[in-house]
């Protein structure tokens, strides 16, 4: 292509590292970082997660050197699943102020002090025999209204044990407004909420399965949204900033740009991304067969993410991510 003033060089801004520094649109923060831990109740040493190279269930123990690494690391926080021995119907350890998620919690929020963002994932998955994000009617399908019921109560437990930020990933309809409607009637006014607004019923938590040791048989097609629809992911983000989320959630994050990208666009709100275990574990896989470089391949990833628009990322990588951008 040439202008009257001679050829059209958009190369010139590529010749070196330094101007390829210099004119970057995207750039990587370790703030901008979030890791998701698992913490196992009863575990004496931490138990690795075979399809998440790297990834372990921590103990209450380990979970403080873990929370003391990604504070020193400048993350911007991190999200807490619990790993409870028992499980029931209803999910009742997540409401037990001594369950694990919010024994956790406890932990995670003294070690931290105001160095990072505490936060708890708010559904009852980890916690049921059945596996499902709430509890089931009598013909066995999850009832959304009774499920919301329980996330109310497990609401205000986590909001008690001190989280700093709840995170709704259960796809119930209403799950934003219910939560702060009990958190507001509680006095924790004051608790910020992550609606996970367009989570898609996808094959990629696969290995995140291992790691919560789910007992779900079927699926999650019912309330997770269908992998072909973008509008509806729209639609899921507009409704729960309606309801009040401080915060909105899209997930997965690799196969979801477009969906992340017009969140990105219209949100009056921040919008995350879940770069999700499946995407972890094929990228480790790739790496350790030898077939991609691995280092370049999780920063390409994440930038990919930010550069559709997530205003900070959930990544198994974010510590040795940080480290790398420090």
């Known amino acids: 292509m040439t202008s009257t003033a001679g050829p059209i060089r958009p190369r010139r801004l590529r010749a070196t590292p330094a101007m390829r520094r210099l004119v970057s649109e995207t750039r990587l923060h370790p703030a901008d970082l979030i890791l998701p831990v698992f913490v196992r109740e009863g575990a004496?040493?931490?138990?690795?997660?075979?399809?998440?190279?790297?990834?372990v269930q921590h103990t209450t123990e380990s979970l403080k050197r873990a929370v003391a690494d990604a504070?020193?690391?400048?993350?911007?926080?991190?999200?807490?699943?619990?790993?409870?021995?028992?499980?029931?119907?209803?999910?009742?350890?997540?409401?037990?102020?001594?369950?694990?998620?919010?024994?956790?919690?406890?932990?995670?929020?003294?070690?931290?002090?105001?160095?990072?963002?505490?936060?708890?994932?708010?559904?009852?998955d980890e916690f049921t025999d059945h596996g499902h994000c709430g509890v089931l009617d009598s013909r066995g399908r999850v009832d959304n209204d009774a499920s919301l019921i329980r996330y109310r109560d497990m609401a205000i437990a986590q909001a008690e044990a001190g989280s700093h930020l709840l995170g709704l990933s259960g796809?119930?309809?209403?799950q934003v407004a219910a939560v702060r409607d009990a958190l507001d009637g509680a006095g924790h006014d004051g608790v910020p909420l992550l609606g996970y607004a367009a989570k898609y019923a996808s094959a990629f938590y696969g290995p995140f399965r291992e790691a919560v040791q789910s007992s779900l048989e079927g699926d999650r097609r019912s309330y997770q949204l269908d992998p072909a629809n973008r509008r509806e992911g729209l639609r899921e983000i507009?409704?729960?900033?309606?309801?009040?989320?401080?915060?909105?959630?899209v997930k997965p994050a690799m196969s979801y740009l477009d969906?992340?990208?017009?969140?990105?666009?219209?949100?009056?709100v921040p919008v995350w991304a879940y770069q999700v275990s499946g995407e972890y574990a094929m990228i480790e896989a790739a790496a350790a067969n030898g077939w991609i470089d691995r280092r370049r391949a999780i920063e390409e990833s994440v930038v990919g993410i930010r550069r559709a628009g997530a205003d900070a990322v959930l990544t198994y990588w974010a510590v040795e991510l940080a480290g790398w951008i420090r």
Do not use: Y
């Open 259 to 268: 969906v992340l990208a017009d969140a990105a666009a219209s949100s009056p």
């Open 44 to 55: 004496s040493e931490p138990v690795p997660i075979s399809s998440m190279p790297g990834v």
């Open 238 to 249: 507009e409704l729960d900033v309606a309801e009040g989320a401080d915060i909105v959630m």
């Open 171 to 174: 796809m119930m309809d209403g």
């Open 71 to 124: 504070a020193a690391a400048g993350i911007g926080g991190l999200m807490l699943f619990g790993v409870p021995e028992h499980k029931d119907a209803e999910g009742s350890g997540a409401t037990d102020p001594d369950g694990i998620l919010n024994v956790a919690t406890r932990i995670a929020v003294a070690e931290a002090g105001d160095a990072l963002v505490v936060q708890t994932d708010l559904c009852l």
